[in-house]
């Protein structure tokens, strides 16, 4: 079957610090990987996404590479912020007629000044 | 109008009931999905719409229904409501296949 596993959270950074979120993945095809940022009380919102192995997907300082090899995705940032605190969901999809996305159950970042 | 918006934003039923969640879609987003999110856990995918007719579903009983609209908005239905249906619903929109999707900020629906 399909599915992403996240590490478990929460997490908590001081302002400045790096930023690793693991993400791995089963899928029984070639799927494009995601990174969902989620803020209090607000929905999903893209943050980047990969769409085939090796490539990179990158936004707002944050960075994930596609490994096919390692079935994974995690996500990167060099010096996090006070504003990064929020949900983060690694998720895959598959570009056909009726797609889902498959999340992850999500890590809390909270950043410390 | 830009951005996903879903109506009511709170929502508090009793079980047995019927829920009706609304969603209001970007103008030419012909895609529909909804998710439904517990506390805690990532959002599962319920079902999506393309132009008016399901066509995906996830592993969610036939209790959970929708519909979409010509004007790109649609709704989830939900009968005889259990306490586990206390969720999140989150509609999310999109061009079309292949495309990225847009969010909504959601429906907490509470069922006591």
């Known amino acids: 079957g399909n599915s992403v596993t996240q590490m478990e959270g929460p997490v908590t950074l001081s302002e400045e610090a790096f930023l690793t979120i693991n993400c791995t993945y089963t899928a029984t095809g070639y799927p494009s990987l995601f990174w969902y940022v989620q803020y209090p009380g607000e929905g999903l919102q893209l943050l980047l996404k990969?769409?085939?192995?090796?490539d990179k997907g990158s936004n707002k300082g944050f960075e994930a590479t596609y490994r096919k090899e390692t079935t994974s995705f995690h996500l990167e940032k060099g010096s996090v912020q006070v504003s990064d605190s929020a949900v983060y969901f690694c998720a895959l999809s598959f570009d056909y007629t009726g797609n889902q996305f498959y999340f992850g159950t999500g890590t809390s970042l909270t950043v410390i000044p | 109008e830009t951005g996903v918006t879903q109506s009511p934003t709170h929502l508090i039923k009793t079980r047995g009931q019927q829920v009706t969640l609304r969603c209001s879609s970007q103008s030419g987003h012909n895609t529909v999905s909804w998710y439904q999110q517990a506390l805690g856990q990532g959002p599962q995918f319920i079902f999506q719409y393309y132009r008016e007719e399901e066509n995906g579903r996830g592993n969610f009983p036939p209790r959970f229904s929708g519909l979409q609209f010509p004007n790109y908005s649609s709704e989830l239905n939900v009968n005889a409501l259990e306490l586990d249906d206390s969720a999140l619903y989150l509609c999310?929109?999109?061009?079309?296949?292949?495309?990225?999707?847009?969010f909504g900020s959601g429906t907490r629906l509470t069922v006591v």
């Open positions: 990969a769409t085939k192995a090796d």
């Open positions: 999310a929109s999109s061009l079309g296949q292949g495309d990225g999707y847009t």
